[in-house]
């Protein structure tokens, strides 16, 4: 059963430490990214991977990191120099492929985690 | 100028009505275009694919404006079920680029279906 799991659903952190979070997918896609959502905002935009061993910024990158050591698994590492780290964290992944000669890149999310700092 | 623009709402409409929303983008080198549906305290799930022809789904209609860069969702005989906030998402990438672009999100419009 093909899909995309992120862990834990819920964390809790205390101030100045780091955490991470984990994201899988079994769906073969290529590439994946990470966005927080606060409360009553849209999704924004932390870092993303298109491919192995390559990722870039997003919009808010400042205080994270991530990995992209394997196809399947795109961790991100919440450091403590993010000021403001308590927010619902999605991860989702996408592959390009064209269907009736049409590309389509729509992405698929895991559950989320949601991470409070204590 | 955000990337990717929406009236966040809320939109608050009778059961049966029929109500639309827009979305705006800045990136004339935007090649996908997506509606998602998220509903309170969960993941956004695909709605549908906006295509230049323009879509259907049953209730659901979308259409994308390259000209005026901006694209739309209708929905027809609304439902309570409805009831969500509607996300708006923009591929970025460049033309001829092999790899899978840059997913911008919209901030989201709630729509509450009302009986």
């Known amino acids: 059963d093909g899909g995309i799991t992120q862990s834990p659903k819920y964390l809790f952190r205390k101030e100045g430490q780091n955490v991470t979070l984990s994201c899988e997918q079994n769906?073969?896609?290529?590439?994946m990214y990470w966005y927080r959502q606060d409360p009553g905002q849209g999704l924004r935009l932390i870092y993303y991977?298109?491919?192995?061993?390559?990722?870039q910024k997003g919009d808010i990158a400042e205080g994270y990191s991530v990995s992209r050591e394997k196809k399947e698994s795109f961790p991100l590492t919440v450091t403590s120099a993010q000021k403001n780290p308590t927010a619902f964290y999605l991860c989702?992944?996408?592959?390009?492929?064209?269907?009736?000669?049409?590309?389509?890149?729509?992405?698929?999310f895991g559950q989320g985690t949601r991470l409070t700092v204590v | 100028r955000k990337e990717v623009e929406q009236d966040p709402g809320p939109f608050n409409v009778p059961e049966g009505a029929t109500v639309a929303f827009n979305c705006t983008y800045s990136?004339?080198?935007?090649?996908?275009f997506f509606w998602y549906r998220q509903d309170c305290r969960k993941e956004p799930k695909l709605l549908m694919s906006?295509?230049?022809s323009g879509n259907e789904d049953g209730r659901f209609t979308a259409q994308l404006n390259r000209a005026s860069q901006y694209i739309s969702l209708l929905i027809r005989d609304s439902k309570l079920s409805d009831s969500a906030t509607y996300l708006c998402?923009?591929?970025?990438?460049?033309?001829?680029?092999?790899?899978?672009?840059?997913?911008?999100f919209g901030q989201g419009t709630t729509l509450q279906v009302k009986p």
């Open positions: 989702a992944s996408s592959m390009r492929y064209i269907r009736t000669g049409m590309e389509n890149t729509e992405a698929f």
């Open positions: 990136n004339s080198a935007s090649q996908s």
């Open positions: 906006v295509y230049s």
């Open positions: 998402v923009v591929n970025m990438r460049l033309r001829g680029s092999s790899n899978t672009g840059k997913l911008i």
């Open positions: 769906l073969n896609h290529d590439a």
């Open positions: 991977s298109q491919i192995v061993n390559d990722f």
